[in-house]
């Protein structure tokens, strides 16, 4: 069995809606199980994340996707923490040649979403991991504006939904629908490396 691990964080539920359907996509893939792990707040104590539960699953994860939404133009606060705490795990480089892959939520069209993506794939590379980009065209390319990658990122998948304070989170279908196929091919080169 091949297992991939996507790990999180969400404020306000929207990037656990693409975790979730990143998930669905990783466990559609034979032959793999499929983790979903939720970053807490209660996790970090005076601005340090500990959970050795977590990193315990992570080493023995063959992939890891990492999803935290954009905020102020980078990763949330908690799922740095998160990483910062990984520096430990790099020190051994545990994560090498692991496969790596990552997403991303925010409120506007843009939203500087790039920067966190280009956070994530920094963050895989100094853990010596193998990052997987969306590969998928633009769903805008067939005249399809709510598609699979509608929003053209090619690092990996994001979503927008504008702010709707007090409001449960939804988040549109096409990001749903990237979100899911790029757990798909996330686990899919999971499954061909560790063969
Ligand atoms: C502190 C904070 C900073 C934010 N910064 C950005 C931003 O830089 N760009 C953007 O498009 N949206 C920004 N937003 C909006 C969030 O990205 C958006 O609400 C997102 O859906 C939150 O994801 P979540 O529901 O998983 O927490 C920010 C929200 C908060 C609370």
Redesign the pocket.
């Known amino acids: 069995m091949t297992t991939v691990s996507i790990i ?11 975790a979730e359907a990143v998930h669905a996509g990783v466990a559609s893939v034979p032959d793999v199980t499929a983790e979903l792990i939720a970053i807490q707040g209660k996790d970090i104590i005076e601005g340090r994340y500990k959970n050795e539960a977590v990193f315990a699953q992570l080493a023995k994860s063959d992939a890891i996707i990492f ?8 990763p ?1 606060a908690q799922f740095k923490a998160f990483a910062d705490a990984a520096g430990m795990v790099w020190f051994q480089q545990g994560w090498k040649n692991k496969v790596a892959g990552g997403f ?10 790039g ?1 966190t993506l280009h956070y994530l794939s920094v963050f895989a590379a100094q853990m010596g991991m193998l990052w997987v980009g969306a590969g998928e065209l633009p769903s805008t390319l067939a005249g399809k504006t709510d598609g699979v990658n509608r929003l053209g990122s090619y690092l990996g998948p994001t ?3 504008p ?1 709707n304070p007090g409001a449960s ?1 939804v ?1 549109e279908s096409g990001d749903l629908l990237t979100a899911q196929a790029y757990g798909q091919r996330v686990a899919a080169f999971a499954v061909k490396l560790a063969r």
């Open positions: 999180h964080f969400s404020g306000s539920g929207h990037t656990r809606l693409m999803g935290t939404p954009t905020y102020m133009g980078g949330a991303t939520h925010s409120s506007s069209p843009n939203g500087d979403k920067t979503g927008a939904t702010m989170a988040v």
